[in-house]
């Protein structure tokens, strides 16, 4: 059986937010601050996903940055009407364009999802809708969103979903929710793990809440276009890092490889790597107290279902794949 690499090989990696917010609705900064803010922090990509307007920054494209064309739109729960916003449901979602240069009269009238919360079928429909004008549609914040999985075992169609939210982590400490993720995996859908910021910059990058610099992805394509990226992120071909703090740099994974039933990680200096699977069983490594790993192999039993792997630093940091299927894998 060849090797076969779950991370993509001979590829440039950059580092991206896919969730953003400018002076266009509630965030603080203009695109260009926001460029010119996360390419200090080694940043190559930003997703502009404004609430409920959909913007092209094509306009800060260059050879070393890239803006994705994106948007972020909600659909809030209704019959509460004596509580406030901070007691009802929604669901928070953000779309990214694949290719801006079509549907581009589609696009500048986009609207918000029109029928009533509870209408899931009415929802996916919309999805639907999306999907054929060219965007990827990633759910997010559920803990934020007061949801839990009756809200979102029948979603359908979308590409990808928030693993860690920063800013939700420094509004209440629950930006970190894998437990969704894996609820929306065993409910049968195959869908991408994404760390964001969700940033709004009301406080100032040195300020301990600024909601900046906490969840990123690294993404792998051969080169930073739109075509290159978009197409990576459409296969899956990067994995999250995160670093609570939002001021050091999160865990990276450098491989994951598979052969003869054999899993192997390497990573930089981690507390734990975990395999985390369908069931409740894990595969597990772990450093000696004051030490650190960073590889470990494993043997899979065939009965896994899927496989992600989830790494852990001394403090806290952390680094997630994406989900992998095993009847996916052996079909390769």
Same mark, same amino acid.
Request: glycine share 8%; aromatic share 12%.
């Given at each position: #059986?060849?090797?076969?690499?779950?991370?993509?090989?001979?590829?440039? =990696?950059?580092?991206?937010?896919?969730?953003?917010?400018?002076?266009?609705?509630?965030?603080?900064?203009?695109?260009?601050?926001? *460029?010119?803010?996360?390419?200090?922090?080694?940043?190559?990509?930003?997703?502009?996903?404004?609430?409920?307007?959909?913007?092209?920054?094509?306009?800060?494209?260059?050879?070393?940055?890239?803006?994705?064309? @994106? #948007?972020?739109?909600?659909?809030?729960?209704?019959?509460?009407?004596? =509580?406030?916003? +901070?007691?009802?449901?929604?669901?928070?979602?953000?779309?990214?364009?694949?290719?801006?240069?079509?549907?581009?009269?589609? *696009?500048? %009238?986009? /609207?918000?999802?029109?029928?009533?919360?509870?209408?899931?079928?009415? &929802?996916?429909?919309?999805?639907?809708? #999306?999907?054929?004008?060219?965007?990827?549609?990633?759910?997010? %914040?559920?803990?934020?969103?007061?949801?839990?999985?009756? +809200?979102?075992?029948?979603?359908?169609?979308? =590409?990808?979903?928030?693993?860690?939210?920063?800013?939700?982590?420094?509004?209440?400490?629950?930006?970190? %929710?894998?437990?969704?993720?894996? $609820? #929306?995996?065993? !409910?049968?859908?195959?869908?991408?793990?994404?760390?964001?910021?969700?940033?709004?910059?009301?406080?100032?990058?040195?300020?301990?809440?600024?909601?900046?610099?906490?969840?990123?992805?690294?993404?792998?394509?051969?080169?930073?276009?739109?075509?290159?990226?978009? $197409?990576?992120?459409?296969?899956?071909?990067?994995? !999250?890092?995160?670093?609570?703090?939002?001021? !050091? $740099?999160?865990?990276?994974?450098?491989?994951?490889?598979?052969? +003869?039933?054999?899993?192997?990680?390497?990573?930089?200096?981690?507390? *734990?790597?975990?395999? *985390?699977?369908?069931?409740?069983?894990?595969?597990?490594? @772990?450093?000696?107290?004051? /030490?650190?790993? !960073?590889?470990?192999?494993?043997?899979? /039993?065939?009965?896994?279902?899927?496989?992600?792997?989830?790494?852990?630093?001394?403090?806290?940091?952390?680094?997630?794949?994406?989900?992998?299927?095993?009847? $996916? &894998?052996?079909?390769?």
């Amino acid at each position: #059986m060849s090797v076969k690499h779950l991370l993509p090989q001979g590829v440039n =990696w950059y580092k991206a937010n896919l969730h953003c917010h400018t002076v266009l609705s509630d965030g603080k900064h203009t695109a260009r601050e926001i *460029k010119e803010l996360y390419q200090a922090r080694g940043y190559s990509v930003i997703a502009f996903t404004d609430h409920r307007i959909y913007a092209n920054h094509a306009e800060l494209n260059d050879e070393n940055f890239l803006a994705i064309a @994106a #948007m972020e739109t909600d659909l809030n729960e209704f019959g509460n009407h004596q =509580w406030s916003f +901070d007691r009802i449901r929604t669901y928070h979602i953000n779309w990214f364009d694949t290719d801006p240069n079509l549907y581009k009269e589609e *696009k500048a %009238h986009l /609207t918000q999802p029109e029928k009533r919360y509870h209408d899931i079928e009415s &929802l996916n429909g919309y999805v639907e809708k #999306m999907a054929g004008l060219g965007f990827l549609a990633c759910y997010n %914040h559920p803990y934020w969103s007061l949801q839990n999985y009756e +809200d979102y075992k029948d979603l359908r169609g979308f =590409w990808g979903m928030e693993i860690y939210n920063h800013g939700c982590e420094l509004d209440g400490l629950y930006g970190y %929710h894998p437990q969704a993720y894996d $609820e #929306m995996l065993r !409910s049968g859908q195959r869908l991408f793990a994404v760390a964001t910021d969700d940033n709004h910059n009301s406080c100032p990058p040195e300020d301990a809440l600024c909601d900046s610099f906490g969840g990123a992805v690294m993404i792998g394509a051969r080169e930073l276009t739109c075509p290159a990226v978009m $197409e990576a992120l459409k296969n899956g071909h990067f994995y !999250s890092t995160i670093s609570p703090d939002g001021r !050091s $740099e999160g865990p990276r994974i450098e491989e994951i490889t598979l052969e +003869d039933g054999r899993l192997s990680v390497r990573c930089t200096p981690a507390d *734990k790597i975990y395999i *985390k699977t369908m069931g409740r069983s894990c595969h597990r490594a @772990a450093a000696a107290p004051g /030490t650190t790993i !960073s590889q470990a192999q494993f043997t899979l /039993t065939g009965k896994e279902g899927y496989i992600r792997v989830a790494v852990q630093d001394a403090h806290g940091r952390h680094a997630d794949s994406n989900a992998y299927f095993l009847d $996916e &894998l052996l079909s390769r």
